[in-house]
């Protein structure tokens, strides 16, 4: 069956190509971007099938006005894809406080503005799906972009426990957490780095050269992706959180078998916190 879809950052890379995928398979659209312009070849080529808006994700009216569109167009909303975001590869240092906050508010708080938007109108109409794509960087983190992590972690949280409290009235919300993927992305988030202070050479520094060799040669298939996102729009039963990409699999796991391990070597002092605990604080581990 036919679907409304509403699909921030539409311009380009991942956002694009789900927007194509989504018209190729008979949907409607609704393209956004921060430059529109940015959408007329897709709109010349779909016809009455999408409708393309200016969208400032950090702008929570504009955000409203975007579902309103949709449902003023096509009669209602099906699918929100929060894919709008970029990265930005600096020591925490060194990123302006008022930059770091554009970030997070474009990359967690336009999540939360398009979601507040549309789940409303999916409320009553007692189904839809909301897609968070966030990223590998949604459960574990590198040097040098704190401020995109800090966001991905929050989207999870956000989607965890979202997902929970609209399960009862049929609202599916899934955070994809893709690896490294063939859109560009990597170049853009590095181009403009500044100088590195010294001190941070050995993390950020060795973390950006390591990359390099990677930007260009990810092992995610955006295409592939997009087919999944389409699959992921006519399933009823889904977790909260899918990795996406075999890099994202191997980091993942990686990430969280440190966490537990941690977790067992200070599980005497964690549990020495408790009401009623006895003796001393224990002796922290030393390795």
């Not at 459960?139 to 409290?165: D, I």
């Not at 699999?249 to 916190?273: C, G, K, N, P, Y």
Request: with cysteine; hydrophobic share 40%; aromatic share 6%.
């Amino acid at each position: 069956m036919s679907k409304v879809w509403l699909i921030t950052g539409s311009g380009s890379g991942l956002g694009r190509i789900i927007a194509e995928a989504a018209l190729a398979a008979g949907n409607q659209v609704v393209a956004t971007a921060r430059n529109v312009h940015l959408l007329n070849e897709l709109v010349a080529r779909s016809g009455g099938n999408v409708r393309a808006i200016e969208l400032d994700v950090t702008d929570e009216s504009q955000g409203q006005e975007a579902v309103d569109a949709a449902v003023d167009a096509f009669g209602r909303l099906d699918v929100l894809v929060n894919n709008a975001g970029y990265g930005d590869t600096r020591p925490f240092e060194q990123v302006p406080s008022n930059e770091f906050r554009r970030l997070v508010e474009t990359c967690f708080f336009g999540v939360v503005n398009l979601t507040r938007a549309a789940l409303p109108v999916m409320r009553q109409q007692r189904g839809g799906h909301i897609i968070q794509i966030s990223s590998l960087g949604g459960r574990t983190a590198f040097p040098g972009n704190a401020a995109y992590f800090a966001s991905k972690w929050a989207v999870g949280g956000f989607t965890e426990g979202l997902a929970q409290e609209t399960a009862p009235f049929g609202v599916k919300v899934t955070a994809l957490e893709p690896g490294g993927m063939r859109t560009n992305w990597g170049k853009r988030a590095h181009a403009d780095r500044p100088v590195l202070l010294p001190d941070y050479e050995p993390s950020v520094g060795a973390s950006v050269k390591q990359m390099e060799g990677y930007w260009g040669n990810e092992s995610g298939d955006p295409v592939r992706v997009a087919q999944v996102i389409l699959k992921i729009a006519e399933t009823e039963t889904l977790p909260p959180h899918i990795l996406l990409g075999s890099d994202a699999l191997q980091f993942a796991r990686r990430a969280e078998e440190a966490r537990a391990a941690d977790a067992d070597r200070w599980q005497a002092v964690s549990v020495s916190t408790d009401v009623g605990a006895v003796g001393p604080i224990p002796t922290f581990p030393t390795n």
